[in-house]
């Protein structure tokens, strides 16, 4: 590993079943790549279906003990491991950018932002509320408990390779559940290292376990076994649907967060300073590479000409190159696969009239950097209008009407975030209600946070992560009806 860590026993490159950490069943390794550089960094054991069934197994035996306990008991574990996280955010933050290539200062504020889960839940456990229900029948009692779902799987991808496990993880344990993790195949050292603290601040063997290897067999395994009872999963509509459909012989439990394709509206009135950070926060952040993202940009004909001038020169002024040099601003694609992705979107969306007003083309910029790319007069029928392009390229579409836009900003069958920028406040009411999106920004483009409920309608998913409601996600409602009292 070819960066300098504080305690180098963070970098963990096997599998973490019961407890133990162990080389995968069969022996085989997997090379993690720096995708700055494209240079090995390291090697992990890939695990497979039995080393999947072994950590289900484990996490199976640890849920009786973990879920009797109380749940201040749980919240003191999770809280040590929240110090831990951040007591090595620095270390975290170098492994996060060596396997992910996001710009350092990103990787560090994804260390907090996923922390802040396991702060948040650590707190939120303690208040799982039941209700006692007034009766129907004297001498009866009716009461409604909350209770932990049992072994949960969760299954990340790679662009927030700690945070999506975090904020997973987080909601579970304090839940009282346990877990298997089946990080992405490209960052699995960061999902290694959150364990490895996990491990140190007590939280006991077999109640995270943690199966980095091959997506399907393990994903196979996971969904298949009846031990499994819920599966938590952040990625591709395309392998939501797959595992949804998986999972239906057993009738797991599902959260899934999928793919996204957010508008971002401009209206006349909104405050041009307001919406052009705002426009740059959403778009570029981790290179475009997040589902909440802005896809489209929507900007009204009056303020048009403007927002496009400052847009683009905002845009253009982003320093891209390596996370780990001082002031980078947006580091690489992950791999050529979406490198090749973004190149298509842009020569398909030039095809179709487009035209490119700053990016384009990754020039001198070589390996799978891009740089941000913005392209006017889009229209719908290119494929950037109905296609996540997890990449740095904003198309702007102008529209006259606010109907126009809401029904331009609706019509995609993902649901996820949603962004517009106003200052009239009926139209913050009548826009915000209308948007048929789960997360809506108003005046800003970052809009995460723990305390705040996250997560898709339509095709971008179920179930909701962060806040009270992303606890109730690992619990049960039992109703226990006690008469003869
Ligand atoms: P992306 O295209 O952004 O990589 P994916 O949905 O392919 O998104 O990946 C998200 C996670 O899902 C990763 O951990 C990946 O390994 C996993 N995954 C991909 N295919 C499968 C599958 N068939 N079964 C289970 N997990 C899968």
């Excluded at 004297?138 to 909350?146: N, Q």
């Excluded at 899934?256 to 971002?264: C, I, S, T, V």
């Excluded at 940009?297 to 403007?306: F, K, S």
């Amino acid at each position: 590993f070819p960066f300098d860590l504080r305690d180098a026993a963070l970098l963990r490159d096997e599998l973490l079943v019961d407890g133990a950490w162990a080389p995968a069943a069969g022996g085989a390794r997997a090379t993690i790549v720096d995708p700055a550089t494209g240079t090995a960094i390291a090697t992990v054991a890939d695990g497979g279906a039995l080393d999947a069934r072994r950590a289900v197994d484990a996490a199976h035996a640890a849920f009786g003990p973990w879920s009797r306990r109380t749940a201040k008991d749980r919240a003191t574990v999770l809280r040590r491991w929240f110090d831990l996280v951040v007591e090595h955010a620095d270390d975290l933050a170098t492994i996060l950018t060596a396997e992910q290539g996001k710009p350092l200062a990103e990787a560090r504020g994804e260390i907090l932002y996923g922390a802040g889960f396991i702060e948040w839940y650590a707190e939120e456990g303690k208040r799982a509320y039941g209700e006692l229900i007034p009766t129907n029948v004297e001498g009866r009692e009716l009461l409604a408990i909350k209770q932990p779902i049992g072994v949960c799987a969760a299954i990340t991808p790679w662009n927030f390779p700690m945070a999506m496990i975090a904020r997973k993880l987080a909601p579970a344990l304090a839940a009282g559940c346990t877990a298997v993790v089946k990080p992405a195949p490209a960052t699995p050292l960061s999902a290694l290292a959150l364990a490895e603290l996990a491990q140190r601040a007590g939280i006991p063997a077999g109640v995270i376990n943690v199966v980095p290897g091959d997506a399907e067999a393990i994903g196979g395994e996971l969904t298949d076994n009846p031990l499994v009872r819920k599966l938590t999963f952040t990625g591709s509509t395309a392998v939501g649907r797959l595992l949804m459909r998986r999972s239906a012989d057993t009738v797991k439990k599902l959260s899934l967060e999928l793919g996204g394709n957010a508008p971002l509206i401009v209206f006349d009135d909104a405050d041009l300073d307001r919406a052009v950070r705002g426009a740059i926060d959403s778009k570029f952040r981790n290179a475009g590479q997040t589902c909440v993202c802005a896809n489209r940009i929507l900007v009204q004909d009056g303020i048009h000409d403007a927002f496009v001038e400052r847009f683009v020169a905002a845009a253009a002024a982003l320093r891209v190159g390596n996370g780990f040099e001082p002031d980078v601003q947006q580091g690489p694609l992950i791999d050529e696969r979406a490198l090749a992705k973004v190149r298509d979107h842009v020569a398909d969306a030039v095809a179709h009239g487009g035209t490119v007003r700053c990016g384009g083309d990754a020039g001198e910029l070589g390996g799978t950097f891009f740089p941000p790319t913005v392209i006017t007069g889009a229209t719908t029928a290119m494929r950037i209008a109905d296609e996540e392009t997890f990449g740095p390229v904003a198309p702007i579409f102008r529209f006259r009407e606010e109907d126009e836009a809401v029904a331009l900003a609706n019509a995609t069958e993902s649901g996820l975030a949603a962004y517009f920028f106003t200052r009239d406040a009926a139209r913050i009411a009548r826009v915000g209600r209308a948007l048929e999106h789960g997360v809506v920004g108003v005046n800003t483009g970052l809009i995460s946070y723990e305390g705040a409920p996250f997560g898709g309608v339509k095709q971008s998913g179920l179930g909701r992560e962060g806040s009270r409601h992303g606890l109730d996600d690992f619990l049960e409602l039992k109703y226990l009806c006690i008469d003869g009292l």
